[in-house]
């Protein structure tokens, strides 16, 4: 049902990442508005009375495919609601230095250190406890979604105390 066509649809969103460029062109994008409009909706899902806030730089641009920054996100902040706690909370930040930082923390289950390397491989599940939902695939995208942009993504992650997911990406002046 569902789950089988969610994973064929993400199995061909690889196929076309590796083969064809053209099938996401890059333009010059709204990275603040486009968070912003992400976790607003987003937020309202409050599953396990979860909350989601954000906090964005005003007027950060990327140089990118919206459609693919925006299932980048979105998979994040899934993965947040997904291993969350009861009641816990996901903080979505948006910040640019040298580069743009978009960082998903959460406080729910964290990751293992020893399944922290694995997470971002195609159909890695960690225990029986992430099973419930997904293809596997969430994290893979992701990866593979941020080397797309010439970005890159990075876990810290403590067991029963939640997880932090950073995404890279170059910063885009006009």
Not at 13 to 27: H, I, S, T
């Amino acid at each position: 049902g569902r789950k089988m066509s969610r994973l064929i649809d993400d199995m061909l969103c690889f196929a076309r990442l590796e083969q064809n460029r053209d099938v996401y062109p890059k333009e010059e994008i709204d990275l603040t508005g486009l968070v912003e409009d992400i976790c607003s909706d987003m937020s309202l899902l409050q599953d396990k009375g979860i909350a989601l806030t954000w906090k964005t730089e005003p007027d950060l641009l990327a140089f990118g495919n919206r459609a693919l920054l925006a299932r980048m996100l979105t998979n994040l902040i899934s993965n947040g609601y997904r291993y969350g706690k009861e009641n816990g909370r996901i903080c979505v930040t948006l910040s640019c230095s040298d580069e743009i930082a978009l960082k998903v923390e959460d406080n729910g289950i964290g990751i293992p250190a020893d399944q922290q390397e694995k997470i971002f491989e195609r159909f890695y599940r960690g225990d029986a406890a992430r099973t419930t939902e997904g293809t596997g695939l969430g994290l893979a995208m992701v990866k593979d979604i941020a080397g797309y942009h010439n970005g890159r993504v990075e876990v810290t992650s403590q067991t029963g105390r939640g997880s932090s997911f950073t995404v890279f990406l170059p910063a885009y002046k006009k």
